[in-house]
């Protein structure tokens, strides 16, 4: 047996990448001994972390990947790694034989290239059983290959069997642990078979077991308590042959692992073996090298802080201990801390801190890392006050501010220090430093930055620019060589601040103390002006000006590179409610100048009032976290661009005077399209509607409008109509139409505007608000008939053209009910009834049925009610009928009135007739 002091491990250098690592060079694989220092900080570890708490070295989890394994009558024993195999997995290869005369100590048949034996065990001086256990490091030709134990010397008949199996996240430098080995004795045989127990100074840890017996019954083996069986495999050849398993399991925890068991199906001379598995340490992925500043002074010492890094990112810290050199590339002198540039992060810690001091001004020095061990996988990055560059620029000595980014024109509190380690002068005492200002973007402007209240310009101008001599401020220096001032900037933009101290006499001089820092003033809000006439759909005036805390302009916003800009938007303000429509906002931000910016084509598409909101487009002026905005509410009002009217005569082409007609006025926007805000109904609030006020552009004079108004109320998403049977319908009444005389038939056209805002009217969108009016009147004619026969009564609708009552052909809509109809009989004991009236073409008839009693003779007369009362104004002496309220027919009827108010009438006699004896051929009659 080989004694367990050796503890043959492999050592891989550089393997070739696994899955998700670089390749950083080829693989080769060594035996070593375990390096006991990396064992002392393992155990240090475990020490520290039971007595103190303190965080052990971080392992990854070993998993078993996959195992191929076989056996037979053979010289030789080859075996297949699997395809599933990764570069850097380990590979272990059980390899048991039996039929062999030779010992472990004497072997001399062949292994494969590049295999390390771990461990040999024979059983019955090698007569009966040789178990042996190689280890290798997956390499990329390794994966899918055949791998060749033997052939084997021995007497008779050689069996063999064995397998590959294959671990992934074991330590690849120091792979075993530990490991035993144990053979059954000459004259005792057994079922048993057994691993000595190993002892392991990590957690998590993989114990793997492998078992053979000198026996080749199938089904040998039942593994250990609690390890889980990989593969059960014989030669065959019974009990000549051989049978071999292995098995693993995770210890989590240090120490003693105990033996380890399997139980076999026979007795048998056998050998157990058990390998205890280093889990992988952590992988140093770089280095990084940071530093509060890529600046300092030659005078006082910069801070480099080296990090060990797990991964790309530096999120998970690498603890395993790492010590290297850094290096400089440049011209200047350079002094490390120590005189060396060595540094070392102990295990368990991820940093550390090393100083050094560059004493040549002006000349800038790169850092890096010239060795390092473990050597990182990757190559260092660094962090000197926010840049990825290596590089530090030291210079004689200089102040140190900060000026922070703020909103424009709030003065900020800066502390200038002086560097005591340079010019201890600078305690308690005052001393003028000249600040001079720069722009840096825009690269140009208007306004200076104050300092203590100082423009700094050659005439502390404070509307003046900055310029190339600054002005000097004093500051009173405390102890700590500290001064306080204040920095004011009241435009907007990326600002530059240099102060320098170069006095020219006295024992400083030639002294020069400079120190520059950069900031951002942003804009602290957005005004918005507006401007009318506010008119829907039509553009109106309207800016943005980008301003500083105190309300006033900002000239340099907006002419940065790339510019910044403002994004508008805006929502309705009135009216609220069911019917209220949002409408359709157009307007984009113009270019800046001067700190105000056009709104370009601003148009609401609707009437009532908005609201303008103004934002920083990019969210963070120029990257400072500082953002602006604005609003204003309430513009407006906005009113429709013009109604559309249209006049619709409720008798065809034509009004008679005094009859209501159909207006209809339309709001719209500039450009068509209704106003659905201009509403009077209870479904928008506060309306937008109005009273709209109509008027004659023809006529001349001869009559007026009759309810002149189209009511608020009656405008419902932005139309509003009178109909003809509203309760007060809108008409045109001759002057004379009741007193007479009659007047011609005259062409009116109406006119309609806004009561509020007197500038929305219907010119130029009247074409339809026109119609010819009329003098009317309805005439009723005498007639006479048999009483055994209905009777028709003419009737007409008439006007007055130049000189006479003519028959009005386009009246065909006046209708007069047979209720409106009142009727006086001579005479008692008769009756009859008449129909209703439709006139067609001016024409109509109202027939009366043939008088009841049958033969009952009479005359009865008929007027037409076309008031508004139940009593007809006609000439007769009795009176009813209901009303039909077409007083517009209404004329100078009878004898009883001079008026032209009065209702027609007319008689109907029945039975008058003359008998055949009293026919005439001809009669003329005569009037004076």
């Known amino acids: 047996m080989i004694s367990k002091s050796w503890k043959p491990i492999l050592t891989t250098v550089r393997p070739e990448p696994v899955e998700g690592r670089a390749s950083t060079g080829s693989a080769r694989t060594e035996l070593k001994e375990v390096s006991q220092e990396y064992l002392q900080i393992r155990k240090l570890a475990k020490f520290f972390c039971g007595l103190m708490l303190l965080p052990t070295l971080a392992t990854a989890d070993i998993s078993f990947i996959a195992a191929n394994t076989t056996g037979g009558a053979w010289s030789y024993l080859q075996l297949h790694v699997d395809s599933s195999t990764h570069v850097g997995d380990l590979m272990v290869a059980q390899v048991t034989f039996g039929g062999l005369s030779l010992l472990c100590s004497a072997l001399t048949y062949p292994i494969p290239s590049g295999w390390s034996l771990i461990e040999c065990q024979p059983s019955l001086l090698g007569l009966a059983i040789v178990q042996a256990v190689y280890a290798k490091v997956a390499a990329s030709g390794d994966i899918g290959s055949d791998q060749t134990w033997g052939p084997f010397l021995g007497l008779g008949i050689n069996y063999a069997a064995g397998g590959i199996s294959i671990y992934r996240g074991v330590d690849t430098s120091s792979p075993i642990e530990d490991h035993s080995g144990h053979a059954t004795s000459l004259l005792f045989p057994s079922k048993?078979?057994?691993?000595?127990?190993?002892?392991?100074?990590?957690?998590?840890?993989?114990?793997?077991?492998?078992?053979?017996?000198?026996?080749?019954?199938?089904?040998?083996?039942?593994?250990?308590?609690?390890?889980?069986?990989?593969?059960?495999?014989?030669?065959?050849?019974?009990?000549?042959?051989?049978?071999?398993?292995?098995?693993?399991?995770?210890?989590?925890?240090?120490?003693?692992?105990?033996?380890?068991?399997?139980?076999?199906?026979?007795?048998?001379?056998?050998?157990?073996?058990?390998?205890?598995?280093?889990?992988?340490?952590?992988?140093?992925?770089?280095?990084h090298i940071s530093a509060a500043s890529s600046t300092g002074v030659t005078c006082a010492p910069t801070t480099l802080t080296i990090t060990a890094c797990q991964d790309t990112a530096c999120a998970v810290p690498y603890l395993g201990g790492v010590s290297g050199n850094l290096s400089a590339a440049g011209t200047a002198t350079v002094n490390w801390e120590g005189g060396s540039p060595a540094f070392t992060i102990p295990a368990l810690s991820s940093s550390v801190a090393k100083t050094v001091q560059v004493t040549t001004a002006n000349s800038p020095v790169t850092f890096g890392i010239a060795s390092a061990t473990p050597s990182p996988g990757y190559a260092a990055t660094c962090d000197f006050g926010?840049?990825?560059?290596?590089?530090?620029?030291?210079?004689?000595?200089?102040?140190?501010?900060?000026?922070?980014?703020?909103?424009?024109?709030?003065?900020?509190?800066?502390?200038?220090?002086?560097?005591?380690?340079?010019?201890?002068?600078?305690?308690?005492?005052?001393?003028?430093?000249?600040?001079?200002?720069?722009?840096?973007?825009?690269?140009?402007?208007?306004?200076?930055?104050?300092?203590?209240?100082?423009?700094?310009?050659?005439?502390?101008?404070?509307?003046?620019?900055?310029?190339?001599?600054?002005?000097?401020?004093?500051?009173?220096?405390?102890?700590?060589?500290?001064?306080?001032?204040?920095?004011?900037?009241?435009?907007?933009?990326?600002?530059?601040?240099?102060?320098?101290?170069?006095?020219?006499?006295?024992?400083?001089?030639?002294?020069?103390?400079?120190?520059?820092?950069?900031?951002?003033?942003?804009?602290?809000?957005?005004?918005?002006?507006?401007?009318?006439?506010?008119?829907?759909?039509?553009?109106?005036?309207?800016?943005?000006?980008?301003?500083?805390?105190?309300?006033?302009?900002?000239?340099?916003?907006?002419?940065?590179?790339?510019?910044?800009?403002?994004?508008?938007?805006?929502?309705?303000?009135?009216?609220?409610?069911?019917?209220?429509?949002?409408?359709?906002?157009?307007?984009?931000?113009?270019?800046?100048?001067?700190?105000?910016?056009?709104?370009?084509?601003?148009?609401?598409?609707?009437?009532?009032?908005?609201?303008?909101?103004?934002?920083?487009?990019?969210?963070?002026?120029?990257?400072?976290?500082?953002?602006?905005?604005?609003?204003?509410?309430?513009?407006?009002?906005?009113?429709?661009?013009?109604?559309?009217?249209?006049?619709?005569?409720?008798?065809?082409?034509?009004?008679?005077?005094?009859?209501?007609?159909?207006?209809?006025?339309?709001?719209?926007?500039?450009?068509?399209g209704t106003t659905l805000n201009y509403d009077g109904s209870a479904d928008t609030s506060p309306n937008q509607a109005h009273d709209v006020n109509l008027s004659e552009i023809l006529a001349g004079g001869v009559g007026s409008l009759v309810n002149p108004t189209i009511p608020a109320s009656v405008f419902a998403a932005g139309i509003g109509a009178v109909m003809a049977i509203a309760a007060s319908p809108v008409s045109y009444l001759f002057a004379t139409h009741d007193s007479g005389p009659p007047t011609l038939p005259t062409k009116i056209q109406l006119h309609a505007a806004d009561s509020v805002n007197g500038g929305v009217t219907s010119s130029e969108h009247e074409t339809s608000a026109w119609t010819m009016v009329r003098r009317g009147r309805l005439r009723l004619f005498n007639a006479f008939g048999s009483e055994k026969s209905s009777l028709s009564v003419p009737v007409q609708a008439q006007y007055w053209s130049e000189k006479s009552w003519v028959i009005n052909a386009d009246d065909n809509c006046t209708q007069i009910p047979a209720s409106s109809l009142a009727l006086s009989y001579s005479g008692s004991g008769w009756s009859t009834s008449p129909t209703g009236l439709t006139l067609s073409a001016g024409q109509g008839n109202i027939v009366f049925a043939a008088p009841s009693p049958a033969g009952s003779t009479g005359s009865v007369d008929v007027a037409a009610n076309l008031?508004?009362?139940?009593?007809?104004?006609?000439?007769?002496?009795?009176?009813?009928?209901?009303?039909?309220?077409?007083?517009?027919?209404?004329?100078?009827?009878?004898?009883?009135?001079?008026?032209?108010?009065?209702?027609?009438?007319?008689?109907?006699?029945?039975?008058?007739?003359?008998?055949?004896?009293?026919?005439?051929?001809?009669v003329r009659e005569l009037f004076q």
């Open 192 to 287: 048993l078979v057994t691993a000595p127990s190993v002892t392991t100074a990590t957690e998590n840890d993989m114990l793997v077991g492998f078992f053979g017996s000198a026996d080749a019954a199938s089904s040998f083996f039942t593994p250990p308590n609690g390890m889980s069986e990989s593969y059960d495999v014989n030669s065959g050849g019974g009990n000549s042959g051989v049978s071999v398993s292995m098995a693993y399991v995770i210890k989590p925890t240090i120490g003693a692992s105990g033996d380890k068991v399997a139980t076999g199906a026979s007795s048998a001379h056998n050998v157990g073996q058990l390998l205890a598995l280093r889990p992988q340490i952590p992988f140093l992925h770089h280095l």
């Open 386 to 672: 926010g840049s990825s560059s290596c590089s530090f620029t030291a210079t004689d000595a200089g102040f140190v501010f900060d000026v922070p980014s703020h909103v424009s024109e709030v003065a900020q509190t800066v502390t200038v220090s002086a560097g005591l380690a340079c010019t201890p002068a600078f305690a308690n005492v005052s001393k003028t430093v000249t600040f001079t200002c720069g722009y840096q973007n825009p690269a140009s402007g208007t306004l200076p930055v104050r300092v203590g209240g100082t423009a700094l310009n050659a005439g502390n101008n404070l509307g003046g620019a900055c310029d190339a001599s600054g002005n000097a401020v004093s500051l009173n220096f405390n102890a700590s060589g500290e001064a306080s001032t204040s920095v004011q900037y009241a435009d907007a933009g990326s600002m530059l601040l240099n102060a320098r101290y170069a006095p020219s006499s006295g024992s400083e001089a030639g002294l020069v103390m400079t120190g520059s820092d950069s900031f951002v003033a942003a804009p602290a809000s957005f005004g918005i002006t507006t401007g009318g006439p506010y008119v829907a759909g039509q553009d109106y005036n309207a800016s943005i000006t980008a301003k500083n805390s105190a309300g006033v302009a900002t000239p340099n916003f907006g002419l940065e590179s790339p510019s910044e800009g403002a994004a508008l938007s805006f929502a309705k303000n009135q009216p609220t409610g069911s019917g209220a429509n949002d409408g359709v906002f157009t307007g984009t931000v113009g270019s800046f100048a001067s700190g105000t910016a056009p709104v370009n084509n601003p148009t609401w598409s609707e009437v009532g009032t908005i609201d303008l909101s103004v934002a920083l487009s990019s969210g963070s002026y120029l990257g400072s976290g500082f953002t602006a905005s604005g609003s204003l509410t309430g513009i407006g009002p906005f009113v429709p661009a013009y109604f559309d009217l249209v006049m619709t005569p409720t008798c065809g082409s034509f009004a008679y005077s005094g009859q209501p007609f159909l207006v209809q006025a339309t709001a719209n926007r500039y450009g068509g």
């Open 867 to 922: 008031g508004t009362s139940g009593s007809d104004q006609s000439c007769l002496a009795s009176h009813g009928g209901t009303a039909s309220n077409q007083a517009w027919l209404r004329a100078q009827n009878g004898s009883c009135a001079s008026t032209y108010d009065r209702d027609p009438s007319a008689r109907a006699s029945f039975g008058v007739y003359a008998p055949e004896t009293a026919k005439q051929i001809h």
